[in-house]
């Protein structure tokens, strides 16, 4: 059975990466940290990987205990912190340290792929709303995409190294947390909006983009990269629409100027930080993205080289999302 090692095992997607894994039968390392919370690792047949991936000695350790990955999908990633250094340190210097220590001791898998980000390459056009495509300049807008990026270009420079870089788009699905604060504001009767321009946005199901990464595993493709929708273009209104639909709500429509949102950001920010020491979803990060109207990005290369075709579109994934947190008692 081939040996596949897929860090940040804990989160949201690096949960449905574990369990797609296991479908597929391959012996399943998840890559975890001490503080990991393992909720979603409960399967018998999951092996652990605690290395600590700020330190390359942690990583060659624990290495030498499990031997050579076939398979390594870097999933491991900050997405949102208080401390803005951070970004760069989890998503590029760890990257870095990692792909290092594969090379020092001659680990290198048949495959690496890295988990990137739409935000890698920042926003398309927004009078031409041209989806965002490989051959356009890249140009992040937030200290997380700017990192991701910069994970990118490091991976793309090294001499023969197997790598595939997917982008994904919006991830969402069942135990997410940040689209799931929508979902809540819908059941509670509001419905919001960014700014008072038509937003366009992309989305791909959990379940599908897993589904994705395992088989491109098995593929020859090599030193490629894609973003990951689900080839259809939405706007935040049919996103609310879905959603209210889904939970027969009536609601108020809320839209707020630009400017209010980014003030909301910063106190948001600075409250949750001082306070919890966690940040908090509406954060100054965060609103450089989705203050944004053209989020739409072209995937059309994962039919021609994975025959990828998703199985859920918006309605579909929303509808299986939002019974999860409905059966839980969370809607
Ligand atoms: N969700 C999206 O819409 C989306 C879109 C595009 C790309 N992505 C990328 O997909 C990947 C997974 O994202 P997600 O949405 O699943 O986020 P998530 O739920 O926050 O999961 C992040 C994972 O990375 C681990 N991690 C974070 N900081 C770490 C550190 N310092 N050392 C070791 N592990 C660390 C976390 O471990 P703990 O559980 O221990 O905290 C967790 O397992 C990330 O690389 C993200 O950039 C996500």
Not at 214 to 238: A, C, M, P, R
Not at 276 to 303: A, H, M, P, R, Y
Request: proline share 3%.
């Amino acid at each position: 059975m081939k040996k596949i090692l897929i860090t940040g095992a804990s989160g949201f997607i690096g949960g449905f990466l574990v369990e797609e894994a296991l479908k597929n039968n391959y012996t399943v390392y998840a890559g975890i940290r001490e503080t990991s919370n393992l909720q979603y690792l409960q399967d018998k047949r999951i092996n652990f990987f605690k290395a600590n991936l700020s330190s390359k000695e942690s990583i060659k350790e624990n290495l030498l205990k499990v031997g050579k990955f076939d398979y390594i999908i870097h999933n491991a990633g900050a997405t949102k912190t208080c401390d803005k250094k951070m970004f760069n340190r989890v998503n590029f210097e760890f990257t870095k340290n990692f792909i290092e220590v594969l090379y020092e001791t001659n680990n290198i898998p048949d495959k690496f792929v890295q988990i990137s980000s739409l935000a890698a390459y920042g926003p398309g056009n927004p009078e031409t709303l041209k989806p965002i495509e490989e051959n356009d300049n890249p140009n992040p807008l937030s200290l997380y995409g700017k990192s991701k990026l910069k994970a990118e270009q490091y991976i793309k420079s090294l001499k023969d190294f197997p790598y595939l870089i997917f982008r994904p788009t919006g991830v969402y699905g069942p135990r997410e947390k940040d689209y799931y604060v929508m979902y809540k504001s819908i059941k509670q009767g509001i419905e919001t909006y960014v700014g008072t321009k038509k937003q366009y946005i992309s989305f791909i199901y959990v379940k599908d983009l897993a589904e994705l990464l395992i088989k491109s595993l098995s593929s020859s493709v090599i030193q490629k990269s894609y973003f990951v929708s689900d080839l259809k273009n939405y706007t935040s209104f049919e996103f609310n629409s879905l959603i209210k639909k889904n939970l027969n709500k009536k609601t108020v429509s809320l839209v707020f100027p630009l400017f209010f949102v980014k003030f909301i950001s910063i106190i948001n920010e600075k409250l949750f930080c001082f306070f919890s020491g966690k940040i908090s979803t509406l954060n100054k990060e965060k609103f450089k993205e989705i203050s944004q109207t053209n989020w739409l990005c072209d995937s059309s290369d994962l039919v021609k080289d994975f025959e990828f075709k998703p199985k859920y579109d918006l309605e579909k994934g929303l509808e299986e999302s939002l019974e999860w947190y409905k059966t839980r008692n969370l809607l």
